[in-house]
């Protein structure tokens, strides 16, 4: 058992909300952190939502998400790179101090052709993110997303990345939805561990079966992912930020989002 000092809910995961709403009903059940869907700012100034969750006495952990780097066309390419820069300037105003990049995939191009494109990619928008003192943090996305979502499927390739640019402002996010399964994940954990390079822990679970790829994830403790022996690994690695509850479900979605909201501290407190 431990307190709420360091969760954190991504606002995707309470979806049917509204931010507006999402700040208070997290604040008011003891949530300290927040992580943004650029989504949730539609429509929004980034400026004044910062100063609602700040003066609610909440942080700003992160905004989610830029990337997306890879297209057929030199024209989206670019499209891409103005919508990263785009994202860095929101995450200026609204007070996030990290990006989560999503590398992106198109399906039929080569692996190794986006994988340049996402290097590509990073290389023009880290300069402005070091002047407006925002990390950009990839997170590697399990396979099963390689075709459409990420080239970059395990630690191993972010790490690598990350190592190309050796840049204080570029790092990983640790995602155990993605890399549980990852067959030295430990040793890659602290290898970015000992470079300073995890910028975040995102936490879920692998429900068996899955019944949707990408909106079934399972509440801690609903699945097969040892989440306190990987919390463990970040924090031996000298990880001491927030523990980023992201939870995309059709399921919970459809639920009464203060009963979800409950179930979702519960089961943080019991398995994390
Ligand atoms: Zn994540």
């Known amino acids: 058992m431990e307190d709420l000092a360091q969760l954190c809910i991504h606002t995707i995961t309470t979806k049917p909300w509204p931010i507006e709403i999402a700040i208070e009903k997290y604040h008011a059940q003891g949530v300290r952190g927040i992580s943004v869907w650029r989504q949730a700012l539609d429509g929004r100034d980034p400026f004044e939502i910062g100063k609602r969750i700040r003066s609610a006495n909440m942080n700003v952990v992160s905004l989610c998400r830029g990337g997306f780097f890879p297209d057929p066309d030199p024209a989206g390419q670019q499209k891409a790179i103005d919508d990263n820069l785009r994202a860095i300037d929101q995450a200026a105003e609204l007070g996030a101090p990290l990006i989560v990049l999503v590398p992106g995939a198109i399906p039929g191009q080569s692996l190794s052709k986006s994988c340049t494109q996402i290097q590509k990619g990073i290389e023009a928008i880290l300069p402005r993110a070091i002047e407006l003192d925002i ?36 790092g990983v996010i640790v995602d155990v939805y993605h890399l549980w399964w990852e067959r030295n994940l430990k040793a890659e954990i602290n290898r970015c561990g000992q470079a300073g390079r995890i910028f975040a822990f995102h936490i879920c679970d692998w429900k068996t079966p899955t019944i949707d790829m990408l909106n079934d994830r399972g509440l801690m403790g609903e699945g097969c992912i040892d989440i306190a022996k990987i919390r463990k690994w970040v924090n031996d690695a000298g990880f001491n930020g927030y523990h980023e509850v992201e939870i995309f479900s059709d399921i919970y979605w459809q639920m009464d989002q203060i009963e979800f909201l409950k179930k979702i501290i519960e089961a943080y407190l019991f398995h994390c």
């Open 135 to 170: 990390k950009l943090g990839i997170e590697a996305l399990h396979p099963m997303y390689a075709d459409s979502r990420s080239t970059i499927n395990s630690l191993s390739h972010a790490n690598d990345v990350c190592e190309i640019f050796n840049s204080p402002n570029l």
